[in-house]
């Protein structure tokens, strides 16, 4: 069987913006405000980063408790990782995540200052240049098997679309607008030349966008 290409819980307004410019430490999503983006994963039952018992049962549930399901490396910019540029410098930073980052597989950070790789907990980050369709096969090797979550960000994301490489997105689009910033899409008709699309309201108010390659 082959292994997918998976974007999952991918969280954009519904004028198509996922993140904004001008991000900092402070501000990892730059410009844009991202609580009310997320608000929905955070109520469920399933979401990875939950430290509290209790949660959302139900159709939003769903999507966080199939997260993790056969998952077994992620791809990611640069961006997503931190908010340094250019060569990296000697602060010690190691992720947004702290010590127990939620993803428990290996990780490849796509950028043009490659670096040592190091563990956390038992995740593992690796940063590797090259083109996206090289990328994906590392990804693929040291995913024995399974299939590769990419996770983002939004300029990531376009890039492997852009490449052809994706294979399932699952788009979630939350009922606020932000006006400026990195755009997924100008509308979701945008990827049905390649894509079937079905699109089911969740009762928490967002809206959950699933494609699948044609």
Known sequence: M?????????????????????????RPFGDVEPG?????????????MRTDPGGSRGLDDHFTRDYARN????IMGRNKFGPQRG???????????????????????????????FTLSDTT??????????VLAQAREAARGK?????????TVR??????LVDTLHVVVAPLTFGSGLRLWDSPDDLLD?????????????????????
Do not use: K, Y
Not at 36 to 48: H, Q
Not at 125 to 134: I, Q, R, T
């Open 2 to 26: 082959a292994q997918l290409l998976r974007v999952q819980n991918f969280c954009i307004s519904s004028d198509g913006i996922a993140a904004g410019e001008n991000q900092t430490l402070e």
């Open 36 to 48: 009310e983006l997320f608000t929905w994963a955070g109520a469920t039952a399933s979401w990875p």
């Open 71 to 74: 998952i077994g490396a992620e």
């Open 87 to 117: 060569p990296w410098p000697e602060d010690g930073w190691r992720g947004w995540w702290g010590d127990e980052p939620p993803f428990r597989t290996p990780v490849f950070v796509m950028t043009h200052h490659e670096r040592p790789s």
């Open 125 to 134: 980050f690796h940063f590797v240049g090259g083109e996206p369709a090289e």
């Open 147 to 155: 299939d590769v979550r990419l996770g983002g960000g939004v300029t």
């Open 159 to 164: 890039e492997f679309l852009d490449a052809d």
């Open 194 to 214: 390649r894509f079937h699309l079905e699109v089911v309201p969740s009762p928490s108010g967002v809206t959950h966008h699933l494609f699948w390659r044609r």
